[in-house]
């Protein structure tokens, strides 16, 4: 068996992995990304498929567009991207037609003048009033049902329930209002999501053409089977080449996972996990070995954590069917949560003349088949003959298992450190409170960062990272990298009308 020594080994090229290559070379640290695709990206790519770019995960939109975190790092890094920021607050799909609320307060159209007194309401007990303690922790369902009448302000309660379910594949009853308040004003203070320009595909390409360029070494169709350590401390990886079957030992003091605790988990203890187990969470295997401290919750119980899960749908249609830039929330239908219509900032993502439409709802049951049918039922009732005559569904997946919207659901993810001095995680399974999808993502490798920054400038115990003894202090460090939320009075914008500033870097 081979052997070869590096800086830094990264665990999967997803955009976690990819983003934390291209910090580490800037950093000159000899590094080597590990995929076993045969391609990067990971759930943030997409194949051309019938002259579409149809996404492997993300719907091709970027959460806080261009003033957003994953945007200030591009650019940081400069990663050559294009963000077409949304022209709306949104669209609302309700009472069987199509409201576009430039500012949030067009909802008054369809809410009415006693839903939106509530809705008004409601926004005051998020944004201007300190959340009390007794409230952090609660359900955001049970907190809305607090504040307001939910059976007498339907659509505002479905307006917040699409939203969590379009943005977190989340039910209102799995996400605490603390976590739910915190995203929705970091929503509000970044600014307004964005279509990247080619879509996923363009941006992963330029960032593995920038790793490469910049001397990285990249692997693809290499298996990771076993993470190596010693004494607590990574020592390196066993990585199985897909190709030819050959076996190599890699070594490095640091090693950054980009495929989850779970499966890292799996690695340290020499197993792969496979989909069927990740599907049976609950005979999986056990997480609590060496990256269990992560899982804590503030009451100390350990459970299983929750993985967002959903459904989407590629459609390609003759006719336009969302008149905008952002997303259109489907208040009235069964399963579907929102659509866009990326093609309306960036065509080549289509075939000429055609437009590309992608539905997401979360997944309700396992039994996909129902899920899909409802997916369907729900676009006749939206777009009746419109959608018979003029549209083409191109692909309907369900994401779960190994490829879930979000490893972990928003509010529950786990530490960058792990137990094992010099490996760390990142990616989607790391964001911090208040930070959602890509922009979690990228988040997670600004605290990688700023852990490494420690450790170097000798702040955290121990060589390569301290245990998890000193990690509480190690979070309530002030973060030198994460990128802070612009000011409160931003969200002031969103009013009238959307802040629309699309970036070219
Ligand atoms: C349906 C859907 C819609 C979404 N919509 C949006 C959206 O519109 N906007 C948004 O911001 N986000 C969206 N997301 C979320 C976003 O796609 C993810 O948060 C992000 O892509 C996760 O990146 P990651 O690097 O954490 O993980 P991944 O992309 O999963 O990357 C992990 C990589 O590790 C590789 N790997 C795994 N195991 C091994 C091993 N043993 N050895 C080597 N390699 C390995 C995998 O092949 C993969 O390439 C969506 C996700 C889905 C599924």
């Not at 590096?6 to 997803?14: K, L, M, Q, T, V």
């Not at 990688?448 to 979070?475: F, H, M, W, Y």
């Amino acid at each position: 068996m081979q052997e070869q020594t590096y800086d830094a080994i990264i665990i999967g090229a997803g955009l976690g992995g990819l983003l934390s290559a291209a910090q580490l070379l800037q950093r000159g640290k000899r590094v080597i990304v590990l995929e076993r695709l045969p391609h990067c990206g990971g759930r943030f790519t997409a194949k051309t498929f019938q002259g579409v770019q149809v996404s492997t995960g993300a719907v091709h939109m970027v959460p806080f567009g261009s003033s957003g975190v994953l945007a200030s790092m591009l650019s940081r890094l400069r990663i050559p991207h294009h963000f077409f920021d949304a022209d709306v607050f949104a669209s609302f799909h309700v009472h069987g037609k199509q409201y576009r609320s430039r500012g949030l307060l067009a909802t008054f159209k369809f809410l009415g003048p006693r839903q939106f007194f509530w809705f008004t309401r409601v926004g005051y007990l998020m944004f201007l009033r300190r959340l009390p303690s007794s409230e952090r922790d609660l359900p955001f369902d049970a907190w809305l049902a607090r504040h307001i009448d939910v059976k007498r302000n339907r659509e505002l309660t479905a307006f917040f329930e699409r939203i969590t379910r379009f943005a977190l594949s989340l039910e209102l009853s799995q996400i605490t209002a603390a976590e739910a308040i915190h995203t929705t004003k970091n929503m509000l203070r970044y600014g307004a999501p964005g279509i990247v320009q080619g879509g996923c595909a363009a941006l992963t390409g330029e960032l593995e053409r920038r790793i490469l360029e910049q001397g990285a070494e990249l692997r693809l169709r290499n298996d990771v089977m076993e993470i190596l350590s010693t004494d607590d401390h990574v020592t390196g990886v066993r990585v199985r080449d897909k190709v030819n079957g050959e076996e190599t030992t890699l070594h490095a003091s640091l090693v950054i996972s980009d495929i989850g605790p779970r499966a890292t988990n799996a690695l340290l203890n020499n197993q792969q996990i496979t989909q069927a187990q990740v599907l049976k969470q609950r005979d999986a295997a056990p997480l609590v070995d060496v990256l269990g401290a992560t899982f804590d919750r503030p009451h100390g119980e350990k459970e299983t954590p929750v993985v967002a899960q959903g459904l989407k749908v590629h459609i390609l249609s003759d006719v336009p069917l969302i008149p905008h830039k952002g997303i259109m929330y489907c208040l009235d239908t069964r399963r579907i949560a929102g659509m866009v219509q990326p093609t309306n900032c960036d065509p080549r993502l289509a075939p000429p003349g055609k437009h590309l439409l992608i539905s997401h709802q979360v997944m309700q049951s396992d039994n996909i088949e129902e899920e899909k049918a409802l997916a369907l039922a729900d676009l006749q009732m939206m777009f009746g003959e419109t959608f018979e005559k003029h549209c083409r569904v191109l692909t309907m997946s369900a994401y779960r298992g190994e490829w879930p919207v979000n490893r972990i659901a928003q509010g529950d993810d786990v530490a960058t450190m792990t137990a094992v001095q010099g490996l760390y995680l990142v990616g989607d399974a790391v964001k911090p409170e208040g930070y959602l999808m890509v922009e979690g993502v990228a988040q997670s490798v600004n605290q990688l960062l700023d852990l490494l920054d420690a450790i170097e400038q000798g702040e955290v115990d121990g060589p390569l990272g301290a245990p998890r003894s000193s990690r509480l202090k190690t979070n309530q460090r002030p973060m030198r990298h994460v990128t802070p939320p612009p000011p409160r009075y931003k969200s002031l914008r969103w009013l009238w009308e959307a802040p629309g500033n699309s970036r070219t870097s």
